[in-house]
């Protein structure tokens, strides 16, 4: 087994206040815990996150980590939570006409879709494994949404269409041989920690083939 050992602040270097962000995972949690999707509690996260985004790495990590903590029901509204923001985020990018740098000491709507994409694959494959035909139906039209208005990278969406489109075949089921960018690193720690980055703390995991980087 290989160990992978790293402070955390010397990949993900910004501080984060857990008060900051218990008003963005309150709502996070109504919204996908709701009989029915709301939009104003939708947009009520939105606005919270679009405020927060100099803190991205922990935004994501909460999505990802609450996401993973459904019970299946729950996990469509999950992925309109993420499609809301990815989209509010392009938004922001394609009128200030910004780039994401993943290494920026503080977080912009452009670094927020850079750690958002670290994780997407991680969400479609956990969506389409959960043999709800309803449920794929929904995350191929959200994708589709995505591909109108180019949320993310050609690549990106290139490859989450095979995901859905190969699921059944077998494909993805590897993960540990993924390489990994240091910006879906910085979200995978923070996930596992469970707590906000900082220069202190220390997170040990371990992958069967070690973690390839690119």
Sequence with gaps: MAVLEVR?????PRRVSLSRFQDFEITLKEVVGGKRLSASKMNKLTEIAMKSLEDDT??????YRTHNSLPSSAKVSSLYAFDALARAARSSV???????????EKGTAATFL?????????????????GNT????????????WVKSNTFPPAVLTRL????SDVRKGAYQNQNMWP???????????IFAGVPASNEMRVSTETPFGLPFR
Excluded at 8 to 12: D, E, Q, T
């Design 180 to 190: 990994l960018s240091i910006s879906s690193i910085c979200v995978i720690l923070a």
């Design 58 to 63: 922990k935004l994501v990590a909460i999505l």
């Design 8 to 12: 955390i602040g010397k990949l993900c």
């Design 134 to 145: 309803e449920a794929k139906d929904k995350t191929k039209k959200v994708l589709d949404i």
């Design 161 to 164: 269409r095979d995901i859905l």
């Design 94 to 104: 394609t009128k200030r006409v910004a780039t994401g740098d993943a290494n920026s």
């Design 114 to 130: 850079l750690k958002i994409e670290g994780v997407l694959d991680g969400l479609f494959r956990d969506m389409v494994s959960l």
